[in-house]
């Protein structure tokens, strides 16, 4: 009996652990052409992002749904929040509210508050290293979805080895 148990157990920690792999890289697929079109024509297109978040919501529901009301909870957080940095600060596009929506669901509330620091951290150490050396001007646009990818990746992995 005792056999049986320890298999289950480490049969759904395998599971676990390939589901978690495999959200990881949903969430690539995401932020990587996002991040590329961001990059290209300051824009991050619906046609990544609403897919995206279906997709992610799917993912959750079918494989983790012991963390989808988390991530929900973090989706609606960070689009709330992005939003209101556009309203009041007329520095973020549209497309970039709408990616946060998938930040969220891939960093879930554990997560996201990290994310976003990383995000703006390097945002802006990134557009005073160009202002510093003449690459650009303080008014000129930076896109801003490979940041929040990069804050994304990098603060999940954070929480998940040092808070879990």
Same mark, same amino acid.
């Given at each position: ?12 920690s ?18 990587? /052409? ?10 991050? /297109? ?80 990134v ?5 510093n ?9 930076? /896109? ?21």
């Open positions: 009996m005792h056999l049986f148990i320890n298999a289950s157990r480490i049969i759904s395998a599971n676990f652990i390939i589901s978690g792999l495999f959200f990881h890289e949903i969430f690539l697929a995401i932020a990587i /052409p996002a991040t590329i079109v961001d990059l290209r024509s300051f824009r991050i /297109p619906d046609c990544i992002v609403y897919p995206g978040i279906i997709i992610l919501v799917a993912f959750l529901a079918i494989a983790m749904p012991g963390q989808l009301v988390d991530s929900l909870i973090a989706a609606a957080l960070a689009t709330c929040f992005l939003w209101l940095i556009r309203i009041f600060t007329k520095g973020l596009g549209l497309g970039d509210v709408k990616f946060g929506a998938c930040l969220g669901l891939y960093c879930g509330t554990h997560a996201i508050f990290p994310a976003f620091m990383i995000a703006a951290l390097s945002g802006t150490l557009a005073v290293i160009l202002v050396r003449k690459k650009m001007t303080r008014t000129a646009r930076i /896109p801003f979805a490979p940041f929040l990818a990069l804050g994304a990746i990098s603060g999940r992995i954070i929480v998940d080895l040092y808070c879990r």
